[in-house]
């Protein structure tokens, strides 16, 4: 029943569809429909095939159906001509791989139109150029209701325009005109707008996914959560400048931090009046999870998002909560629960989820804690033989397989030393050491499952490169051990191990953790901070076992950290010859480090250092770039504010060049809230039988203790090695802050049973 379009159209005339599902099959069953001649490239053999055989059905919501002949290929079959006019219609997470083929198959005067969710033009460009690239707004309701059937929810908008703005050209008119009687489609030159307003209210309907109910009632019941959801994404748009675009019966504007709440009110009224009309009840979201049984794309989404909201200094706590659920809900529809949304509403109308309970008391007696210590220092040569050969397993931040090899020995180590976990998950990174994530169950008397885990932070990479060890192996002399990462920070995982294996033997009492070992700390944990921000969200408190501070403090507030580079565009002349005439980006660069120098404010904890500076090609050139590289400490959230509207509001001072700001704050801040201080304060306590005094300090250094405090999760760290020298030659621990902080460890760990 296929339409060969290849034989009986122009070459000109065929509209390619790459993705043939909900989208892609919409709009290609419009365009058949409009006699435009298409061809339709789908990965699923089984989608094709029913292509094929039975013709492209749409479901329509009056109960009828309609079918069309569609010219239908799976990717491997394709042997056409160059591709002309391509809408792009896969999920965005498949977005690489689907650009990736058409990239080489599409003509010179080709072009192709992201009909996606999410904001995906950017990463087409990168292969194609944005020359080629055509933006589009889509809020198609359907779904693929078996192979070859797409079910029509209803009406929805669809916009076209160029990237960047520009007034819609030649070929978005034509393949309006083209849409325009199946989807009533227009053209636009603000496509961006309704990406953005898109965004927003797509916020609400991945919050409603988290429940098995419908859209409209959901949005009803939990108006905080959804306006917060939405306001968080708006905030960002207004950062960036978007002039946000309503559509269908969503009036994004409404939803902006400045709208009056009774004009939010009432379009929340009329959208939910709107959905409730609308054949489909439940979104897209909900039924990978809940009938497909598929990751959702929804999470790609917002990694434009986080990372703008990381760039402007914008929160984003509901959100990322929301983002959160949706990945524990990957593969555990099940655990769908209305729960979720209240927990959300809390923390929208409160800013932050409700404080876990912490313990008030230290539960090990004296003799108990001190009887740990005599345990764990009759095995001391065990734990510096561990620590051996952990330290023999180079494991640079930049090496994948050396990352790969450490981790795999991790995992039987800890199989040998604590037996099998009663779950683990490896979660995969590209280009950086994979994440895994072992929870043990709670040991002893008592009530179990009551409360969350307590989160058990470690990292096994180091700033080592490979080869160090040749040079530099592990040694000891005297007390003293020596090696590349014993104090950052794998002495930290063994006296942790340790601590729970004493625990064990001695019949005392530990809770039930989850231990996250993270394989990019070193390099900012850029693949791994939502991991370890999510885990924070489900777990009682966290234990960062990084490297103490000043021979033995804890650690109870870090820094954030923001690494920017600032580029200074000019205008290249003769600088002998004409010295007016050019615009130097080096001189202006010059007057931008000093203002940026200026930002820093010590008494308040910033600081702002401009570390790389470089520009210009020769001495007698007025130099046309110049790149400055700043790094950003701020001790307060306020702090951070402030710098983050500072670099926005930037401005040339000289005539003639103009400056282009990249980067975004690495780490937020980690400040000492009360629940960071009664964790000091039960540590402090649980250390005193062991002939401690223990300290605690305030560093400029970050860590992924910074990521779970800020996801609303109290935080311990520094609960690592005693020594010093991180990232030096000099770096060194000692066998006896080993087995010591490892009974500290073994202390504060069972306070938590109770």
């Known amino acids: 029943?296929?339409?060969?379009?290849?034989?009986?159209?122009?070459?000109?005339?065929?509209?390619?569809?790459?993705?043939?599902?909900?989208?892609?099959?919409?709009?290609?069953?419009?365009?058949?429909?409009?006699?435009?001649?298409?061809?339709?490239?789908?990965?699923?053999?089984?989608?094709?095939?029913?292509?094929?055989?039975?013709?492209?059905?749409?479901?329509?919501?009056?109960?009828?159906?309609?079918?069309?002949?569609?010219?239908?290929?799976?990717?491997?079959?394709?042997?056409?001509?160059?591709?002309?006019?391509?809408?792009?219609?896969?999920?965005?997470?498949?977005?690489?791989?689907?650009?990736?083929?058409?990239?080489?198959?599409?003509?010179?005067?080709?072009?192709?139109?992201?009909?996606?969710?999410?904001?995906?033009?950017?990463?087409?460009?990168?292969?194609?150029?944005?020359?080629?690239?055509?933006?589009?707004?889509?809020?198609?309701?359907?779904?693929?209701?078996?192979?070859?059937?797409?079910?029509?929810?209803?009406?929805?908008?669809?916009?076209?325009?160029?990237?960047?703005?520009?007034?819609?050209?030649?070929?978005?008119?034509?393949?309006?005109?083209?849409?325009?009687?199946?989807?009533?489609?227009?053209?636009?030159?603000?496509?961006?707008?309704?990406?953005?307003?898109?965004?927003?209210?797509?916020?609400?309907?991945?919050?409603?996914?988290?429940?098995?109910?419908a859209m409209a009632d959901l949005i009803d019941r939990h108006r905080p959560a959804m306006y917060a959801a939405a306001r968080e994404v708006f905030d960002v748009a207004d950062a960036l400048g978007i002039r946000l675009e309503p559509f269908d019966a969503f009036e994004a504007l409404a939803f902006r931090a400045g709208a009056g709440r009774g004009e939010r009110e009432e379009a929340a009224g009329r959208l939910t009046a709107w959905l409730r009309t609308q054949a489909k009840d439940r979104s897209g979201i909900w039924r990978d999870l809940a009938v497909r049984h598929r990751p959702v794309e929804v999470t790609t989404h917002y990694e434009t998002v986080f990372q703008e909201a990381a760039k402007a200094g914008v929160g984003?706590?509901?959100?990322?909560?929301?983002?959160?659920?949706?990945?524990?809900?990957?593969?555990?529809?099940?655990?769908?629960?209305?729960?979720?949304?209240?927990?959300?509403?809390?923390?929208?109308?409160?800013?932050?989820?409700?404080?876990?309970?912490?313990?008030?008391?230290?539960?090990?007696?004296?003799?108990?804690?001190?009887?740990?210590?005599?345990?764990?220092?009759?095995?001391?040569?065990?734990?510096?033989?561990?620590?051996?050969?952990?330290?023999?397993?180079?494991?640079?931040?930049?090496?994948?397989?050396?990352?790969?090899?450490?981790?795999?020995?991790?995992?039987?180590?800890?199989?040998?030393?604590?037996?099998?976990?009663?779950?683990?998950?490896?979660?995969?990174?590209?280009?950086?050491?994979?994440?895994?994530?072992?929870?043990?169950?709670?040991?002893?008397?008592?009530?179990?499952?009551?409360?969350?885990?307590?989160?058990?932070?470690?990292?096994?990479?180091?700033?080592?490169?490979?080869?160090?060890?040749?040079?530099?192996?592990?040694?000891?002399?005297?007390?003293?051990?020596?090696?590349?990462?014993?104090?950052?920070?794998?002495?930290?995982?063994?006296?942790?191990?340790?601590?729970?294996?004493?625990?064990?033997?001695?019949?005392?009492?530990?809770?039930?953790?989850?231990?996250?070992?993270?394989?990019?700390?070193?390099?900012?944990?850029?693949?791994?901070?939502?991991?370890?921000?999510?885990?924070?969200?489900?777990?009682?408190?966290?234990?960062?076992?990084?490297?103490?501070?000043?021979?033995?403090?804890l650690k109870t507030a870090r820094k954030g950290v923001g690494l920017f580079r600032l580029t200074v565009h000019g205008e290249e002349a003769h600088a002998g010859l004409d010295p007016t005439a050019g615009a130097s980006a080096v001189h202006e660069a010059a007057h931008q480090t000093l203002r940026l120098a200026a930002l820093a404010d010590h008494d308040a904890g910033t600081s702002v250092n401009v570390g790389v500076l470089h520009g210009g090609t020769r001495s007698n050139v007025t130099a046309g770039e110049a790149v400055a590289d700043l790094d950003v400490r701020v001790a307060h959230a306020d702090e951070q504010r402030r710098i983050a509207d500072a670099l926005a509001a930037l401005e040339p001072a000289l005539p003639g060049t103009r400056l282009t700001l990249t980067g975004g704050w690495n780490r937020p801040v980690f400040e000492r809230t009360p629940e960071v201080a009664a964790l000091y304060d039960l540590a402090h306590r649980c250390a005193a039988p062991l002939g401690l005094d223990l300290r605690e300090a305030s560093v400029g250094g970050a860590s992924d203790g910074n990521f779970a405090q800020s996801a609303g999760t109290p935080v311990l760290d520094g609960l690592g090695a005693v020594g010093g020298g991180a990232h030096a030659r000099s770096e060194h621990a000692t066998v006896s802050g080993m087995v010591t902080r490892s009974a500290l460890a073994a202390a504060l760990l069972a306070s938590f049973t109770v």
């Open 1 to 213: 029943m296929t339409a060969d379009t290849s034989e009986t159209s122009d070459v000109s005339d065929v509209i390619t569809v790459v993705g043939g599902g909900a989208i892609g099959g919409t709009l290609a069953h419009a365009l058949v429909r409009a006699g435009r001649p298409v061809t339709l490239i789908d990965a699923d053999p089984a989608h094709v095939a029913a292509l094929r055989a039975h013709g492209l059905r749409v479901l329509r919501p009056d109960g009828g159906s309609d079918v069309v002949e569609v010219d239908a290929r799976t990717p491997e079959e394709f042997d056409g001509p160059p591709l002309r006019r391509v809408l792009l219609a896969v999920k965005a997470q498949a977005t690489e791989k689907a650009i990736g083929w058409i990239a080489p198959r599409l003509a010179a005067d080709g072009f192709v139109v992201s009909v996606q969710n999410g904001f995906n033009e950017p990463l087409i460009a990168q292969h194609i150029g944005a020359e080629r690239t055509v933006a589009a707004f889509v809020n198609i309701f359907a779904d693929v209701q078996s192979p070859g059937v797409i079910r029509d929810g209803g009406p929805g908008a669809l916009v076209l325009g160029e990237v960047g703005g520009a007034p819609a050209g030649e070929r978005v008119r034509e393949l309006v005109e083209a849409l325009r009687p199946g989807t009533g489609a227009v053209a636009s030159d603000n496509v961006e707008g309704y990406l953005w307003a898109k965004a927003g209210f797509g916020a609400m309907l991945a919050l409603t996914a988290l429940a098995d109910d």
């Open 316 to 553: 984003t706590p509901v959100l990322r909560e929301v983002i959160a659920g949706l990945r524990e809900l990957e593969g555990h529809p099940e655990r769908m629960a209305e729960s979720r949304l209240d927990a959300l509403d809390r923390l929208a109308e409160g800013g932050r989820r409700e404080a876990p309970a912490l313990p008030g008391r230290a539960l090990l007696t004296e003799e108990q804690t001190r009887e740990v210590h005599t345990w764990l220092e009759a095995r001391q040569e065990d734990m510096v033989a561990d620590l051996a050969a952990y330290t023999a397993l180079e494991s640079p931040s930049d090496d994948p397989a050396a990352l790969e090899a450490c981790l795999t020995w991790l995992r039987g180590w800890l199989d040998d030393a604590l037996g099998a976990p009663q779950e683990e998950e490896l979660l995969p990174r590209d280009g950086a050491g994979d994440i895994l994530l072992r929870r043990y169950a709670a040991t002893g008397p008592g009530e179990r499952g009551v409360e969350p885990p307590l989160l058990l932070l470690c990292h096994y990479d180091t700033v080592w490169p490979a080869g160090t060890l040749a040079e530099w192996p592990f040694t000891r002399e005297g007390d003293v051990l020596s090696g590349p990462g014993v104090f950052d920070m794998k002495g930290g995982l063994v006296q942790l191990v340790w601590a729970l294996r004493a625990l064990d033997a001695l019949g005392l009492p530990r809770p039930a953790c989850t231990l996250l070992l993270n394989g990019d700390e070193e390099t900012g944990s850029l693949a791994s901070s939502e991991a370890i921000a999510a885990e924070a969200r489900r777990s009682r408190a966290a234990l960062v076992f990084e490297a103490s501070a000043d021979g033995g403090a």
